[in-house]
């Protein structure tokens, strides 16, 4: 089994239908079975705990798109949320409680310690997945290359730690740029269009690798 793990990017957000969205093309290609783990607004921890929970059900492989470093993940009485300060504060604006916890994100927190914080993130996952020997591949869906951009050389052994190999392309761009000029939704997702070569670089990635049996 194949974990496609990610954000709206990874979960088909704007297409007609999921069996468009680039796990399920990757999975033609590679005539493979991939379970989409992607899941709309999600951040970063939470495909850490799929990625845990991967490698502990034995996957094949892990594919992962990770999302914009500032969504933090939050639990309270009614459930395990992502909060992205300045994304989604309308969503919460009756909830005084997550208001509160973006108020105190934009307040006390910094963009250059939420990545510093990703950084170490991926380094976990990828020793996790070297030492039970799964193949690993990692790639940006969305604005983590930004803060990549800005402050990776205030973290240079951090950065240095990264097993560049794993990435399907340089960890300053994303999607966004594998995607430009392709038709998007309203909401800036790529379509179908999109989606295809989102998959068409994963792949090569994978047989440039000798993963593909």
């Not at 992205?84 to 997550?98: C, K, P």
């Not at 761009?173 to 989102?198: C, D, F, K, R």
């Amino acid at each position: 089994m194949i974990y496609a793990i990610g954000d709206s990017f990874t979960f088909g957000d704007e297409l007609s239908s999921q069996e468009l969205a680039w796990p399920s093309v990757l999975a033609k290609k590679l005539d493979k079975e991939i379970v989409n783990k992607g899941r709309p607004a999600t951040g970063n921890n939470r495909m850490v705990k799929r990625a845990i929970d991967a490698v502990i059900n034995q996957s094949k492989m892990v594919i992962i798109g990770w999302s914009d470093c500032n969504r933090q993940e939050f639990a309270d009485d009614k459930g395990i949320y992502d909060i992205w300060a300045g994304r989604n504060f309308r969503s919460f604006f009756d909830d005084t409680h997550r208001i509160g916890l973006i108020k105190h994100m934009t307040a006390y927190d910094t963009p250059e310690y939420y990545y510093a914080k990703w950084l170490r993130q991926i380094i976990l996952v990828q020793s996790l997945c070297k030492l039970n020997h799964v193949p690993c591949v990692m790639f940006i869906s969305c604005g983590a290359n930004l803060s990549h951009n800005l402050y990776s050389n205030n973290f240079p052994k951090l950065v240095n730690a990264i097993d560049q190999s794993f990435f399907v392309s340089d960890m300053s761009t994303s999607v966004a740029e594998w995607t430009w000029g392709t038709p998007h939704g309203p909401n800036g997702h790529p379509l179908e269009q999109g989606h295809e070569i989102i998959a068409d670089k994963i792949y090569e990635h994978i047989r440039n690798k000798c993963w593909i049996p």
